[in-house]
T-cell receptor, first 114, second 114 residues
Framework: GDSVTQMEGPVTLSEEAFLTINCTYT??????LFWYVQYPGEGLQLLLK?????DKGSNKGFEATYRKETTSFHLEKGSVQVSDSAVYFC?????????????FGPGTRLSVLP | DAGVTQSPTHLIKTRGQQVTLRCSPK?????VSWYQQALGQGPQFIFQ???????QRGNFPDRFSGHQFPNYSSELNVNALLLGDSALYLC?????????????FGEGSWLTVV
């Protein structure tokens, strides 16, 4: 079945450092890819998405590019802030599964220190 | 514009009891999905409702059941609660069932089974 693998956390960075969180996937079809973020005590919020190969999703300084050849969707940010501290989830939605059966990775906890 | 709302936010139940969780989708959305998020893990898909019918189901036992009402709101019912059912239950909504559609999450209902 479909699956999503993320780099294990926690990841601890200093403010203004460069961030990369790796994400790779396995899917039977041609999925759409998403990054969701969960701040402490809150539900998940969409951060960005990409629906086809070579698409780049971006939001709030975060970027991720849909790489079909490497089945990857790595999240990057050039300069993190303390307010970016949260848990980040990579997810896919596979059109082979009719509807929105999202498959999530285990999450990567990011802590940004001032 | 109200987002996805869930109730209750927290509840404690005894093993063997039954629980009902409720969800109102984001305004204009007609599709509701439910996810279980155990502590420190990513959300796991339970099932999806569209046009008042269960359309897809994840790997969860029949103790987990649901319903969607004509106003698109939804309920998740869990019977014969087990200690392992303790988790954050997330409701997500979207417009339609396309795999590229973004799903929007509520803040969840924390269920503790003792």
């Amino acid at each position: 079945g479909d699956s999503v693998t993320q780099m294990e956390g926690p990841v601890t960075l200093s403010e203004e450092a460069f961030l990369t969180i790796n994400c790779t996937y396995t899917a039977t079809g041609y999925p759409s890819l998403f990054w969701y973020v969960q701040y402490p005590g809150e539900g998940l919020q969409l951060l960005l998405k990409a629906t086809k190969a070579d698409d780049k999703g971006s939001n709030k300084g975060f970027e991720a590019t849909y790489r079909k050849e490497t089945t990857s969707f790595h999240l990057e940010k050039g300069s993190v802030q303390v307010s970016d501290s949260a848990v980040y989830f990579c997810a896919l939605s596979d059109p082979g599964d009719y509807g929105q059966n999202f498959v999530f990775g285990p999450g990567t906890r990011l802590s940004v220190l001032p | 514009d109200a987002g996805v709302t869930q109730s209750p936010t927290h509840l404690i139940k005894t093993r063997g009891q039954q629980v009902t969780l409720r969800c109102s989708p984001k305004s204009g959305h007609d599709t509701v999905s439910w996810y279980q998020q155990a502590l420190g893990q990513g959300p796991q898909f339970i099932f999806q409702y569209y046009e008042e019918e269960e359309r897809q189901r994840g790997n969860f036992p029949d103790r987990f059941s649901g319903h969607q009402f004509p106003n698109y709101s939804s309920e998740l019912n869990v019977n014969a609660l087990l200690l392992g059912d303790s988790a954050l239950y997330l409701c997500a909504s979207s417009l339609g069932q396309g795999s590229g559609n973004t799903i929007y999450f509520g803040e969840g209902s924390w269920l503790t089974v003792v």
